[in-house]
């Protein structure tokens, strides 16, 4: 649950291993699930005729080959997902703004449309965008969903709950909110899995300013007693522990985003803190300081305007650790290494940096780390 190894092009719609042979449509988010030894991927697209299919492998990795399109009921929409009970019956679940689900026939290739039926969960009553996935779990089914309850965007991931995979849902509040990860997000989409009996969500956030680049991420959950599930917060350690303070800390690492300062790549594998305008913030959760340190590194690489990084923990109005400035440097862009006295600090805390300058051109920081 800390490395992970990315498998590429394991399903394409076009081009070089096109398995979509019936349209080029782009492809949105999917699911997958698995019987015996084949794994079948539930595609969608934006095709107002065909807008769902399966395709299969016999890896988990793919490639994924021979899609077909799935016939919807006439309830042609995106986002489907597959949960498998107990007794080895499938059901497929999909919608926007209201929740379709029906059983799926032995085959995985069809939905039995006798069994069909829509509005399980609905905008009104449980502030249901999209991105459906059920779990179960001590016989209670969970409904994850993409939940526009805040902000009037579904930045959240939500849940609702119930005794039987058809309902009535009964919805439970927010498990995760991406809300404050870019200055361009718009949704959220995941889902919750135990491994290793450890419960986890797993949910994306904007990234790059643009509300279509999304980084996958997790975080660790628990049940109450009485089956629900409380809120946890966005952190850039997730599955890990607390982010070792004199390790080097990816400025990419950040999980909390205020003002306009965003992650934007500068080489094709490497990400950086960049622009940032006057009372932006970024925070980094968690933070382990152990004995203590006693300076700061910074790979930065100063901008034309230059300003200040105001380094601070557990809030950003809280313990000051270092005021720091970064003079203006004009021409091309260069990266400098610089070390800075901070004040004595350890233990384990949330890690802000504040950015204070006159322009829009301060500087860029590629990584941190403590002495």
């Excluded at 069994?115 to 779990?137: P, V």
């Excluded at 991931?157 to 990860?181: L, M």
């Excluded at 990084?309 to 091309?332: C, E, F, M």
Aim: hydrophobic content about 35%.
């Amino acid at each position: 649950m800390k490395s992970w190894t990315l498998h590429r092009d394991a399903f394409s719609s076009k081009g070089e291993g096109d398995a979509v042979p019936y349209n080029d449509n782009l492809l949105f988010a999917p699911d997958c699930a698995v019987k015996k030894d084949t794994f079948y991927l539930y595609y969608c697209q934006p095709d107002r005729k065909n807008p769902e299919g399966v395709a299969t492998s016999l890896s988990p990795t793919g490639p994924f080959t021979n899609g077909q399109p799935l016939d919807l009921g006439g309830y042609n929409q995106i986002d489907p997902s597959l949960f498998i009970d107990d007794d080895g019956q499938a059901y497929y679940l999909w919608g926007q703004f209201t929740l379709k689900m029906a059983r799926m026939k032995p085959n995985m290739r069809e939905l039995d449309l006798s069994t069909l039926r829509d509005s399980i969960l609905t905008e009104g009553e449980h502030f249901f965008h999209e991105g459906a996935y059920l779990a179960k779990r001590n016989g209670i089914y969970y409904l994850v969903f993409s939940d526009l309850s805040r902000a009037d965007m579904p930045t959240c991931i939500g849940y609702a709950t119930s005794t039987s995979p058809f309902g009535p849902y009964k919805y439970g509040g927010v498990i995760v909110d991406n809300d404050h990860c870019d200055p361009g997000n718009w949704n959220n989409h995941g889902s919750i899995v135990e491994f290793k009996g450890r419960w986890y969500v797993l949910y994306h956030r904007s990234t790059h300013a643009c509300n279509t680049m999304r980084k996958a991420c997790l975080e660790p959950i628990h049940f109450e007693p009485d089956g629900s599930i409380p809120e946890v917060g966005m952190t850039s350690q997730g599955a890990g522990d607390p982010l070792a303070a004199t390790s080097t800390i990816d400025a990419e690492r950040a999980c909390l985003l205020y003002g306009k300062v965003r992650i934007q790549a500068f080489t094709p594998d490497n990400e950086e803190l960049a622009g940032m305008e006057n009372g932006d913030k970024a925070a980094f959760k968690y933070v382990d300081f152990k004995e203590g340190v006693k300076s700061i590194t910074i790979r930065i690489a100063p901008g034309e305007d230059g300003g200040r990084i105001v380094v601070a923990i557990d809030q950003p109005w809280s313990k000051r650790l270092a005021n720091i400035t970064i003079s203006g440097a004009k021409g091309k862009k260069e990266w400098q290494t610089l070390t800075f006295d901070v004040d004595r600090v350890a233990g384990v805390h949330a890690l802000w940096l504040q950015f204070f300058g006159k322009g829009s051109q301060m500087f860029s920081i590629d990584w941190l780390a403590f002495n």
